[in-house]
Protein backbone atom coordinates (compact mmCIF):
# COMPACT_ATOMS: atom_id res chain seq x y z
CA UNK A 1 0.00 0.00 0.00
CA UNK A 2 1.36 3.26 -1.16
CA UNK A 3 2.28 5.64 2.50
CA UNK A 4 0.27 8.10 0.86
CA UNK A 5 -2.96 6.19 1.05
CA UNK A 6 -1.88 4.37 4.74
CA UNK A 7 -1.62 8.12 6.16
CA UNK A 8 -4.74 9.64 4.56
CA UNK A 9 -6.64 6.93 5.87
CA UNK A 10 -5.21 6.15 9.25
CA UNK A 11 -4.16 9.58 9.74
CA UNK A 12 -0.54 8.19 10.82
CA UNK A 13 1.06 10.94 9.18
CA UNK A 14 4.47 10.22 10.38
CA UNK A 15 4.31 5.93 9.95
CA UNK A 16 4.26 5.96 14.05
CA UNK A 17 2.10 2.54 14.10
CA UNK A 18 3.73 0.56 11.35
CA UNK A 19 5.36 -2.42 12.68
CA UNK A 20 9.16 -2.85 11.06
CA UNK A 21 9.89 -5.21 8.96
CA UNK A 22 12.79 -7.00 6.93
CA UNK A 23 11.06 -7.63 3.82
CA UNK A 24 12.63 -7.00 0.68
CA UNK A 25 9.85 -6.52 -2.45
CA UNK A 26 11.74 -8.06 -5.51
CA UNK A 27 9.69 -6.09 -8.93
CA UNK A 28 9.54 -7.55 -11.86
CA UNK A 29 12.61 -5.31 -12.94
CA UNK A 30 14.49 -6.89 -10.36
CA UNK A 31 14.90 -3.63 -8.47
CA UNK A 32 14.14 -4.18 -4.77
CA UNK A 33 11.57 -2.09 -2.71
CA UNK A 34 12.56 -1.36 1.35
CA UNK A 35 8.97 -1.30 2.52
CA UNK A 36 8.82 1.17 5.44
CA UNK A 37 6.79 -1.13 7.10
CA UNK A 38 3.45 -3.40 7.94
CA UNK A 39 0.17 -2.86 9.16
CA UNK A 40 -2.86 -4.59 9.76
CA UNK A 41 -6.17 -3.42 9.16
CA UNK A 42 -9.95 -4.10 9.58
CA UNK A 43 -11.50 -4.51 6.26
CA UNK A 44 -15.33 -4.43 5.68
CA UNK A 45 -16.60 -6.78 2.98
CA UNK A 46 -20.07 -8.07 2.65
CA UNK A 47 -21.00 -7.58 6.41
CA UNK A 48 -17.62 -9.68 6.96
CA UNK A 49 -14.61 -8.17 8.85
CA UNK A 50 -11.52 -9.28 8.22
CA UNK A 51 -8.05 -8.03 9.59
CA UNK A 52 -5.53 -8.22 6.31
CA UNK A 53 -1.83 -7.04 6.71
CA UNK A 54 -0.36 -4.39 4.41
CA UNK A 55 2.92 -3.57 3.57
CA UNK A 56 3.64 -0.19 3.09
CA UNK A 57 5.82 1.33 0.97
CA UNK A 58 6.83 4.69 -1.02
CA UNK A 59 7.06 3.71 -4.35
CA UNK A 60 3.49 2.25 -5.43
CA UNK A 61 0.77 4.15 -7.20
CA UNK A 62 -2.12 2.05 -5.62
CA UNK A 63 -2.64 -0.72 -2.77
CA UNK A 64 -2.42 -4.69 -3.91
CA UNK A 65 -3.61 -7.29 -2.49
CA UNK A 66 -2.54 -10.74 -2.98
CA UNK A 67 -4.05 -13.65 -5.17
CA UNK A 68 -5.09 -15.35 -2.08
CA UNK A 69 -6.80 -12.52 -0.07
CA UNK A 70 -8.13 -11.57 -2.53
CA UNK A 71 -9.76 -14.96 -3.28
CA UNK A 72 -10.55 -15.06 0.50
CA UNK A 73 -12.36 -11.52 0.68
CA UNK A 74 -14.38 -13.21 -2.92
CA UNK A 75 -13.01 -10.21 -4.77
CA UNK A 76 -11.98 -12.88 -7.86
CA UNK A 77 -12.30 -16.63 -8.20
CA UNK A 78 -10.31 -18.98 -9.65
CA UNK A 79 -11.53 -21.41 -12.26
CA UNK A 80 -9.01 -24.00 -13.04
CA UNK A 81 -9.15 -28.20 -13.19
CA UNK A 82 -8.51 -28.79 -9.99
CA UNK A 83 -11.68 -26.38 -8.72
CA UNK A 84 -13.51 -28.13 -11.50
CA UNK A 85 -12.52 -31.50 -10.02
CA UNK A 86 -13.24 -30.48 -6.38
CA UNK A 87 -15.92 -28.88 -3.84
CA UNK A 88 -12.90 -26.00 -2.89
CA UNK A 89 -9.66 -24.55 -4.71
CA UNK A 90 -6.87 -25.80 -3.07
CA UNK A 91 -5.64 -22.18 -2.92
CA UNK A 92 -8.67 -20.80 -1.36
CA UNK A 93 -7.84 -22.73 1.56
CA UNK A 94 -4.63 -21.37 2.65
CA UNK A 95 -4.70 -18.11 4.51
CA UNK A 96 -1.48 -16.30 4.44
CA UNK A 97 -0.92 -12.34 3.30
CA UNK A 98 2.19 -11.04 1.55
CA UNK A 99 4.34 -11.94 4.50
CA UNK A 100 2.55 -15.51 5.28
CA UNK A 101 0.61 -14.45 7.83
CA UNK A 102 -3.22 -15.27 8.47
CA UNK A 103 -6.26 -13.09 7.43
CA UNK A 104 -8.31 -13.44 10.73
CA UNK A 105 -12.08 -13.08 9.92
CA UNK A 106 -13.80 -10.94 12.48
CA UNK A 107 -16.81 -12.53 14.20
CA UNK A 108 -19.77 -10.38 13.61
CA UNK A 109 -21.37 -8.76 16.98
Given at each position: ??????????????????????????ML????????????????RN??????????????????????????????????????????????????????????KE???
Open positions: MPFAVYKHITRDFEGRQLKSTKSVLINKSKVFPRGTVLLQLDGHGYRVQFIIVDNCEVPLLSLVTSEQLRLVKIIDSDAITSTHSPRSQVDVTADNKPIENPS
